[in-house]
């Protein structure tokens, strides 16, 4: 059981370039977020999904899109990075029905 | 006012020392509360949940819940250096699937 893993642990971006940020879990929730977290900030959502094929947007969504094709996986993109993106990006799954959140380790992501 | 207040800190505190950690809210629907450790390049892990007001202890930790004061706490007796990292509080409205709201994290020291 690994829990909630994240790929890849760190990139480094150049402004306008795009990648993906993958989050996979192996404990069958049905809810999954992703956070970015900066310094005296805080862990801010960004986007979540309640479910397989479903997506919502979060406090801070812009420049932000996500895909949750299957239900073990939520993926992250950044279309065209910008250097406010350079975050550390954490991804989460909720237990039901105690609500729980349990996170990965986190991708760090510079974009210059 | 924000959702959740939490004092960053940092706090220092010598070895074996009883550690007060604090958080209060300003929307008296939240229902679930989570205490989370997050060490330095780690992602948040769970460690304590409460549902009601009151006391619930994890051994060395202490949760404590006060609705009426919209008030929670993490109490850490005999601190360790291990203890050593960033707490966060968290709230959750129901079990819906409603994104946690997170403080922003109190830094704590524990010198030996």
């Known amino acids: 059981n690994a829990g909630v893993t994240q790929t890849p642990k760190f990139r480094v971006l150049k402004t306008g370039q795009s990648m993906t940020l993958l989050c996979a879990q192996d404990?069958?929730?049905?809810?999954m977020y992703w956070y970015r977290q900066d310094p005296g900030m805080g862990l801010r959502l960004i986007h979540y999904?309640?479910?397989?094929?479903?997506?919502a947007k979060g406090e801070v969504p812009d420049g932000y899109n996500v895909s949750r094709l299957k239900k073990q996986n939520f993926l992250l993109g950044l279309e065209s990075a910008a250097p406010s993106q350079t975050s550390v990006y954490f991804c989460?799954?909720?237990?039901?029905?105690?609500?729980?959140?349990?996170f990965g380790p986190g991708t760090r992501l510079l974009v210059l | 006012q924000k959702e959740v207040e939490q004092d960053p800190g940092p706090l220092s505190v010598p070895e074996g020392a009883i550690v007060s950690l604090n958080c209060t809210y300003s929307?008296?629907?939240?229902?679930?509360f989570m205490w989370y450790r997050q060490y330095s390049r780690k992602g948040p892990e769970l460690l304590m949940y409460?549902?009601?007001?009151g006391n619930k202890e994890d051994g060395r930790f202490t949760a404590q819940v006060d609705k009426s004061s919209k008030y929670i706490s993490l109490f850490i007796r005999d601190s360790q250096p291990s203890d050593s990292a960033t707490y966060l509080c968290?709230?959750?409205?129901?079990?819906?699937?409603?994104?946690?709201?997170f403080g922003k994290g109190t830094t704590l020291s524990v010198s030996s």
């Open positions: 968290a709230m959750i409205l129901n079990q819906a699937g409603t994104a946690l709201i």
């Open positions: 404990m069958n929730h049905e809810y």
């Open positions: 929307n008296s629907a939240f229902q679930y």
């Open positions: 409460t549902y009601s007001s």
């Open positions: 999904s309640v479910g397989e094929g479903t997506t």
């Open positions: 989460a799954s909720l237990s039901l029905p105690y609500g729980t959140q349990y």
